[in-house]
């Protein structure tokens, strides 16, 4: 009992720190801007139909859109585009790609939702495209 | 040790092997050192002092500066702060307050307005504390979080609750939030330096025309230093602060760096911000042509191949304003807006006519980095010809000098056709007099004047003027950079330029004639010569 | 008739190499002169320099290969004969006279042609050579203190060039005045003439 105590503390302890580093992280507008700029519009400007400006939504639009994690009329998952996978997939042509090539699925997602809420028709500073 | 550990947690709790899997996964993770942010030293979320609601600027920078104490006694010493300069040069007193300029024309009488780009709070007219700590506004270039902004008519303070601005648009601009925005404050950035500088003259790429928002997060077309998914520089790495003193100004600009590359250690006070600060005089290499190429460096600026258009980003930068079509109404008495096919705005009631370039070929002239204005009553020589708000010396000869590209903007503005002055119009307001509001020229430069403290005789007449702006912002890829036939041509980008000889633009015009006759004279003598042979060739 | 070999394989290679060198600076000189557009000044001056150095290399061998054979001999100067040759060509060869020189070992230039190679040599080569090392390097001097203006250099360069360019056409043409229209041309390149003498070999 005595060996026990501290095991099942680094245990609370490490779980806890865990779960706190998930919630604790900080999304980076800017990095989801090039990153949404750079492999969204790109695609999506070249191939997809036109430019998709994120002033063209609502925040409310906006979040369900990504809630719903429909792509493409709900073809495929929207998260797939922002997963390790993906921009492995085209890191030899995409500048953008290849540079995040490692971050965390979760945390470009969250990325490029901050960039795509704050440049909403109705965001802090509503993005479009130039 | 730990192996009998596992194997008894194992044996003796249920779900034990998960446990241990955790474990496992805890012992490596513990082997790292923990988790940090790496971008700062500070984070400031967690500072008590900064998690709080603020009523105003001012309240929220007496936080900032209970740490930080020297602060805003070292931004008090500023341009940012002061907008005034006294050119050592040529002792002109320049600056934001003082100087005129051909776009919204001068600050005086619309401080509200124009002040919504003063790093402070407060500056509504003359009798702003310059003095007061409080007053220097830290977010607006320490914001992170884009959400800060300040409006014009607030003299420098963001919507403290939300406020439709202009009155009567329905456009609503939503407070900001000052505690979160204090909790994020990090290293300024394209995004905060942008929020004024990009959008100088009253809109987006309206004044420089290498400075526009297709930098806040541009690709290698743009920019091949900013790239945000390559060198990702910021403003700030190339006009490298200290004490929050910026440098490389536009009032007293390097016409021709001979420093060579900065180095560490080395002390050196010259501009960091010039091409060669980084690469040095010879930055050509890996090439057969590196060493002619190099050898331009003496009379071209890097910029004038590497930069070979003004606005390249895709937003128009504004090349004329005539304000003497300004105040025209619609029949019902109302201001209008026409706008091109591109839906960009080239009449204004309240502005007058504006022509809109993109990817427009510069201007050249040999530049020396002196700058000298034309300022508030000066007398204006020849009120017919064409006024240098700014002229900018150099020349061939004086070994001060680099043949630089060159946004000239041309214009037309008001001015006083009795004192042959210019004038400083009061614009901007919700009063009277205001040019915008009540469309009278003689009353609103009266006001402006008398805020400028300036004599106005009351007859208003217009004068032509032109400003330059060198070219730096916005380099080209190296693929992109101009190539030898732009200039070395007749009627190349160079043509204009004198006092220097340019291979395939110049000639000796007695070389060429006597040249072509000694030519041309041996070719008709053999060819007669021939002739003759030919004819008289014996059978 | 006997046949002298005149033109050493060398003496060929060096004349024709230089001629083609010498035509693709003229060309591309001109080009960058401004004089028309044909490769595009980056591609013709890029050609002008590298034909530069290999005329200038090329130049090294020959001047060492005349001193070392005593070639240089040949365009000493001399008065003599130069009117029989002058009138030949003036009135002469328009009768059908045969020409009043005959090539031989020692001398296989006439007087005046002798005359003609000197001054290329002495006079045009080094005016071209000179201005286009200062063309090339006039940056680097300006940094060692010694000033030198672009517009002289590039004066000197091009008078050189368009007397170049007229011996060019002269000399084109005087290959065609040989006993055949093309005896000249036989002979530099194959290094046989007609001559007085027997083949020394």
């Known amino acids: 009992m005595i060996k026990r105590l501290p095991i099942a503390c680094a245990i609370t302890v490490g779980l806890f720190s865990l779960s706190s580093l998930a919630l604790a992280y900080d999304a980076d507008w800017k990095r989801g801007r090039v990153y949404y700029r750079s492999v969204c519009t790109a695609c999506h400007a070249a191939q997809a139909g036109g430019s998709i400006a994120p002033s063209t939504m609502t925040k409310a639009q906006w979040a369900s859109y990504l809630q719903a994690d429909k792509h493409a009329k709900g073809k495929d998952s929207m998260k797939q585009y922002v997963s390790k996978a993906y921009r492995a997939s085209i890191r030899s042509q995409n500048k953008a790609a290849e540079k995040f090539a490692e971050v965390a699925d979760d945390e470009l997602f969250e990325d490029v939702k901050a960039f795509v809420i704050k440049g909403a028709k109705d965001g802090e500073a509503p993005a479009t495209c130039s | ?539 | 008739m006997e046949r002298i070999y005149i033109f050493t394989r060398f003496e060929r290679f060096w004349h024709w190499t230089q001629a083609l060198l010498v035509i693709g600076m003229l060309l591309t000189g001109f080009e960058i002169h401004g004089t028309y557009h044909l490769l595009g000044f980056a591609k013709a001056h890029q050609i002008h320099g590298i034909a530069a150095w290999a005329l200038i290399i090329l130049w090294v061998f020959a001047i060492f290969w005349h001193f070392v054979t005593g070639e240089w001999r040949q365009y000493i100067p001399t008065m003599k004969n130069a009117d029989v040759v002058l009138r030949h060509y003036a009135l002469g060869i328009f009768r059908g006279e045969p020409h009043p020189f005959k090539v031989t070992r020692r001398q296989k230039h006439n007087p005046l042609q002798a005359q003609a190679y000197l001054m290329v040599k002495v006079l045009i080569n080094p005016l071209l050579w000179i201005s286009g090392l200062l063309y090339l390097y006039y940056n680097e001097l300006a940094a060692l203190g010694q000033h030198f203006d672009l517009a002289t250099i590039a004066l000197a360069h091009t008078i050189g060039a368009f007397l170049m360019l007229a011996f060019f056409i002269a000399h084109v043409y005087l290959i065609t005045t040989g006993d055949t229209v093309g005896a000249h041309l036989k002979a530099m390149l194959t290094g046989w003439e007609h001559g007085e003498e027997k083949n020394p070999r």
């Open chain 2, 1 to 539: 040790m730990s192996a009998r550990i596992l194997r008894r947690i194992a044996t003796e709790w249920s779900g034990g092997l998960l446990l241990a899997a955790l474990l496992v996964g805890g012992s490596a993770l513990a082997s790292e050192p923990p988790p940090v942010r790496l971008d700062s030293t500070a984070d400031h979320s967690k500072y008590k002092e900064l998690q709080q609601e603020f009523a105003s600027g001012p309240e929220l920078t007496k936080v900032c500066l209970s740490c930080h104490t020297e602060a805003a006694k070292q931004v008090h010493r500023t341009k940012h702060w002061t907008w005034d300069f006294l050119n050592p040069e040529n002792q002109q007193r320049l600056g934001k307050k003082n100087v005129i300029n051909n776009f919204c024309i001068s600050v005086p009488s619309n401080y509200a307005f124009c002040t919504s780009c003063h790093v402070g709070y407060g500056w509504k007219d003359a009798s702003f504390d310059f003095t007061a700590e409080e007053n220097v506004d830290c977010l607006v270039c320490h914001d992170t979080t884009g959400s800060y902004r300040k409006l014009p008519g607030l003299a420098g303070h963001p919507p403290y609750k939300d406020v439709e601005i202009p009155p009567g648009s329905g456009k609503i601009a939503k407070a900001v939030d000052l505690s979160r925005v204090a909790q994020k404050v990090g290293k300024t950035s394209r995004d905060t330096c942008g929020a004024c500088h990009f959008f100088g003259g009253g809109g987006d790429g309206v004044k420089h025309g290498d400075m526009d928002s297709s930098l806040a997060s541009p690709d290698k077309e743009v920019d091949v230093h900013m790239d945000a998914t390559g060198l990702d520089f910021t403003c700030g790495t190339c006009h490298k602060t200290a004490s929050h003193d910026v440098p490389g100004s536009r009032y007293t600009p390097v016409g021709k760096d001979k420093g060579g590359a900065h180095m560490r250690g080395k002390e050196d006070k010259s501009n960091p911000a010039t091409c060669q600060a980084c690469h040095g005089l010879s930055p050509h290499k890996d090439s057969g042509m590196a060493a002619k190429l190099n050898h331009h460096t003496d009379k071209i600026a890097c910029q004038t191949c590497h930069i070979p258009a003004i606005a390249r980003g895709g937003v128009a930068t504004k090349m004329s304003w005539d304000w003497s079509t300004a105040g025209r109404l619609t029949p019902d008495g109302k201001p209008m807006i026409k706008k091109d096919d591109k839906g960009r705005v080239i009449y204004d009631s309240k502005k007058g006519d504006f022509t809109l370039g993109e990817n427009v070929v510069p201007e050249y002239a040999w530049f020396n980095g002196k700058v000298s204005y034309t300022l508030l009553g000066d007398k204006i020589e020849n009120i017919e010809g064409v006024t240098h708000i700014n002229k900018l010396g150099g020349s061939a000869t004086d070994g001060e000098s680099l043949i630089w590209p060159m946004k000239v903007f041309r214009g037309a503005q008001p001015f006083d056709a009795v004192n042959k002055t210019l004038v400083t119009p009061h614009t901007a307001g919700n009063d009277d007099t205001a040019y915008w509001k009540n469309f009278g020229w003689e009353k609103a430069i009266e006001t402006g004047m008398k805020v400028a403290g300036a004599d106005f005789s009351g007859k208003v007449g217009f004068i032509k003027t032109d400003m330059s702006w060198p070219i730096t912002h916005m380099v080209a890829p190296k693929e992109k950079a101009l190539g030898c036939s732009e200039c070395h041509t007749r009627g190349g980008r160079l043509d204009a330029i004198d006092g220097v000889y340019i291979p395939g633009r110049d000639a000796n015009r007695l070389v060429n004639l006597i040249g072509w006759i000694v030519a041309g004279g041996t070719l008709a003598a053999v060819a007669l010569h021939g002739l003759i042979r030919i004819v008289r060739r014996p059978r």
